[in-house]
């Protein structure tokens, strides 16, 4: 069983950037589908993005879409999310997540979080 440990979160100002990367442990990291999802306070958690296991097929909440690009090194076992034109609505708790079938579903192994903070 994989598992997922997300860096790359902080402090940054609207407008700005931030990439985000989650690394899994295991041989079986290509094989899953992968996500990014994110949870604000008092807010539920919500898909960000999700991208198929050879990284052919991507897709985007539509609130991110054009701004967040969701990428995958299955050589390194690492999952990317390039953040562009953060937003303070932005500003969450961000998770990756693997999944069992695409598009994405069947969540089965999360990460920890990393704080990402957009001021205004």
């Known amino acids: 069983q994989v598992q997922l440990v997300e860096s790359g979160g902080g402090l940054v100002q609207a407008g700005g950037s931030l990439r985000l990367s989650c690394a899994a442990s295991g041989r079986t990291f290509s094989s899953y589908p992968m996500g990014w999802f994110r949870q604000a306070p008092g807010k539920e958690r919500e898909f960000v993005a999700g991208?198929?296991?050879?990284?052919?097929?991507?897709n985007y909440a539509d609130s991110v879409k054009g701004r967040f690009t969701i990428s995958r090194d299955n050589a390194k076992n690492t999952l990317y999310l390039q953040m562009n034109s953060l937003k303070p609505e932005d500003t969450a708790i961000y998770y990756c997540a693997a999944g069992s079938h695409w598009p994405l579903r069947g969540t089965h192994t999360w990460g920890q979080g990393t704080q990402v903070t957009v001021s205004s």
């Open positions: 991208i198929r296991w050879n990284g052919a097929g991507t």
